[in-house]
Structures are given as C-alpha cells and as structure tokens.
T-cell receptor, first 112, second 110 residues
Framework: DAKTTQPTSMDCAEGRAANLPCNHS???????VYWYRQIHSQGPQYIIH???NNETNEMASLIITEDRKSSTLILPHATLRDTAVYYC?????????????FGAGTTVTVRA | DAGVIQSPRHEVTEMGQEVTLRCKPI?????LFWYRQTMMRGLELLIY????????DSGMPEDRFSAKMPNASFSTLKIQPSEPRDSAVYFC????????FGQGTRLTVV
C-alpha cells in the first residue's frame, strides 16, 4: 500500500474550517484515500473515503488533487468534539483489501 | 444497532494469568478484526476473520496469542500466559466495507 505523510499536529479555532493535509505521492490507480479519526479513549471512527472525485458527507469533505498525490480533509465548522487524531490511509477497494494500516496521524486540537 | 461491543472495558491481571477478551460484532458484518494499540507501536492489526474463518493472523505476536470466532456474533482473543509487555488497548472491529471499531479493552498486566 502507498505510504501517507501527515503533519504531526495542528490547531484550529472552534467554528472555523479545519483543513487537514495528506500526501500520498506513490498512490496507484486502484487505491482509495480513507480518513479515520480517533477521539481520546475511543476506537477509531470512519469519516470518509474517495478515489478520484471530491466527496462530502455529513461529517466532512475530502478534496483529492487531480494527480491524486495529495488530499485534504475538511471539517467545515470545527467543534471542540472534533479534537482527535486523524488518520489518512491509502488502501485498495475494501472488497479486495481488508487491511487498514494506521500511521501516526495528525493530532488536531480545536481551541475555543 | 449498538455497534461493536467489547468486554471487559478494563482488565488488570497478573503476569502468567490467562486473559480472554470478547467481541460482539455488528449484526450482518462478515469481517472481524482484532487490533492492538500502544504508544510505541500505534495501531497494529493482529488478526482478520472473514465469514468466521481466520484469513490473516500474521500480526499475532506469538503463540501466546490465539483468537477464535465460533459464530458470526462472537469472537475472543486469548493471551496465555500474559506478560507485562502485552499491556495495551485491544480493539475489535467489524465491517462489510468500512470498519467500525468497538470502544476497546484496556489491558494491564502487572
């Protein structure tokens, strides 16, 4: 699986958009970009995933560059409850690749 | 659905004792995973079941660890004998496509 690179940590202000970058320059054509987060003392939580197109759901938006070498997870209106470690993961489609390889992630702190 | 249910939430045991962690996956999910999380090594996949069959146990650290899935609604992870270095948070997850994780079991071996 392609490796991902994320900043170690970032702060953002409550109510503002949080933009979390992820580099995956070795991603191959059949690999998806997945985002999970882990709030303190809880299990990881699925956020969103995408292949080529930008995706949006009730939690976040995922913007993937045209060359697919990087992506950005956007939390549109960050709240204190969004403070967590965010993991960017590259994997093949879930029907053919069961493995989720978690790296160190980005520790996001939302401040009032 | 109540989500993935793990028990116990916390376990403290003495070195050498047997420890059994339990997991009830989400109904209808055909994949089940056991992960371990430590500060040093992060989240590591221990074993993966598909339709109750172990598919990949390459992450199981050693023979002291064993996992079973006797039916679609129950799985166990057993450590016998336990050692202090097994202290970690153990997560169970189930999936059809996206994985849903339980709240974890915090194991402390003293």
């Amino acid at each position: 699986d392609a490796k991902t690179t994320q900043p170690t940590s970032m702060d953002c202000a409550e109510g503002r958009a949080a933009n979390l970058p992820c580099n995956h320059s070795t991603i191959s054509g059949n690999e998806y970009v997945y985002w999970y987060r882990q709030i303190h003392s809880q299990g990881p939580q699925y956020i969103i995933h995408g292949l080529k197109n930008n995706e949006t759901n009730e939690m976040a938006s995922l913007i993937i560059t045209e060359d697919r070498k990087s992506s950005t997870l956007i939390l549109p209106h960050a709240t204190l409850r969004d403070t967590a470690v965010y993991y960017c993961i590259v994997r093949r489609d879930p029907f053919n690749d069961y493995k989720l390889s978690f790296g160190a992630g980005t520790t996001v702190t939302v401040r009032a | 659905d109540a989500g993935v249910i793990q028990s116990p939430r916390h376990e403290v045991t003495e070195m050498g004792q047997e420890v059994t962690l339990r997991c009830k996956p989400i109904s209808g999910h055909n994949s089940l995973f056991w992960y371990r999380q430590t500060m040093m090594r992060g989240l590591e996949l221990l074993i993966y079941f598909n339709n109750n069959v172990p598919i990949d146990d390459s992450g199981m650290p050693e023979d002291r660890f064993s996992a079973k899935m006797p039916n679609a609604s129950f799985s166990t992870l057993k450590i016998q004998p336990s050692e202090p270095r097994d202290s970690a948070v153990y997560f169970c997850a189930s999936a059809v496509t996206e994985a849903f994780f339980g709240q974890g079991t915090r194991l402390t071996v003293v």
